[in-house]
């Protein structure tokens, strides 16, 4: 048994103190000796120890911020030096490779505190990410500006990136939701902002999303939380004018003209170490035919995209329709995927709040989206009115002929739509949908005596908004009064 003693004991909070302290010190000094280290062209063993404290061991949040940071600041002193991009084999080549292993272990580390329970680890990850993505790509526009003289995007960091906002990993290797606060950072700092950024994501999510199981519909609600806020989306070259990676705003060179019918060559020599594939097939697939009977235009036809770079595309406003349409193409239907019928049924609905005015006006053509948006009608209930939304915007808009399309509103009519959530919005909508002057007087009066019946049992709050519903029709189309009175002599 210890002797007593008047002296106040050593609190644990003191020594988890004094033990962070340590651990902030080890850190503070491995990054002074890799500075120096790199400046002085010396050994970058202690980068190994740097890495291996801060990946390897678990440690406190505000000590694991620090070594981040510390880290974050060791890699772009040598990305900045070129000694990522050195040329040459034998130790020059195993120098190289042993230091893009310290920086994918890194990266790594980086995606996985994308989930974290600390909302300022989380943050400063993503922010750490994009701004490696831009050293990144910055120094490999030096590397091949002998060779190529183009500007480049570091494109396998940046799929590391689109993975770990899609797929959110934990570091339990199990995948989820992606924390909202995470959605607002990307989209309201890069997102929606920058240009390029923009247009790598909807290429590369696609990606990701057909090499995910269907199964696995946490990545289609992590994608769906993303695209559903971009409120805005060029429409003219001139606004595709924000880059994150500055090289890629110089402007292209013109599009090069087909020279032949063998030439398919893509050009788009990208790095090694992206690992692109040589067939881009997006830009192929939605190539649009050039008519036939312009003979001024033939005479000077419009570059193909599929014969762009990748820089050139960038600047094309085309490319950037394409990008959007490939992606919410691959995307709807993974919203069929889930087994949950009340998960799907929020998804759908997500989807089809912004399916006309966020999604239908900025697809290459808008009529490849009826299929799904047509399938959704069949679900009934909110799902079906949206739908026929999003079809109504299609025929009154994109000349879609859809016969069936009164039939199919005029079988929502019944006592279940006087009890739906958004009955405030079926009545807006079907107001909007029967406003044309062209729509035949047999087909308005079967609406309105259908709802007319529904009223003489409906509750009171679905009285009230049929009964000027009813009078606006009558209002805009005066043949229907008869409805109401019909004159002896008027046959």
Known sequence: MPAPTSLPQQSKKRRKLDHGSSVVSEIKSLEDELVAAVQANTSLNKLADLVDLVVGKSLEPRDLSK???????????????????????????????????????????????????????????????????????????????ASFSRPEFHLSHFRKIVSGLLLSPSRDGKHSEIDPDIVDKFYETWFSVYDDIRWFFLRECVNVLEKAPASQ??????????????????????????????????????????????????????????????DDDWRKFFDEPAPVDDSKKSKSPA?????????????????????????WLAFLPRLSAAKDEDVKRGLVIRALNVMHRGVLPHLTRAILAMDWIAGCVDHGGSVGLLALNGLFTLMRDYNLDYPSFYTRLYAFLDRDVLHLKHRARFFRMTELFLSSTHLPATLLASFIKRLSRLSLNAPPAAIVMI?????????KHPALMVMIHRDGDSG
């Open 217 to 278: 519909i946490s990545t289609a609600t992590n994608l769906l939380s993303i695209l559903e806020r971009l409120q805005t989306f060029p429409t003219d070259n001139e606004e595709l004018n924000a880059w994150w990676v500055a090289e890629l705003g110089a402007k292209p060179p013109k599009p090069k003209k087909i020279a032949s019918k063998d030439d398919d060559e893509d050009a788009l020599p990208e790095a090694p170490e992206d690992g692109e594939d040589d």
């Open 303 to 327: 570059a193909r995209l599929h014969k762009m770079t990748v820089h050139q595309s960038l600047h094309s406003l085309p490319s950037h329709r394409a990008v959007f349409t490939r992606a």
């Open 467 to 475: 009964i000027p519903f009813t009078y606006n029709i009558l209002k």
């Open 67 to 145: 070594g981040i940071y510390a880290l974050y600041r060791a890699f772009t002193l040598i990305i900045s030096t070129g000694k990522l991009s050195i040329q040459g084999d034998g130790p020059a080549k195993a120098v190289k490779t042993w230091l893009w292993e310290r920086l994918h272990s890194y990266t790594d580390f980086l995606v996985v505190l994308l989930k974290d329970e600390e909302k300022v680890l989380r943050t400063s990850s993503l922010q750490i990410l994009f701004s490696l993505q831009k050293h990144l790509s910055t120094a490999q526009t030096a590397a091949t500006s």
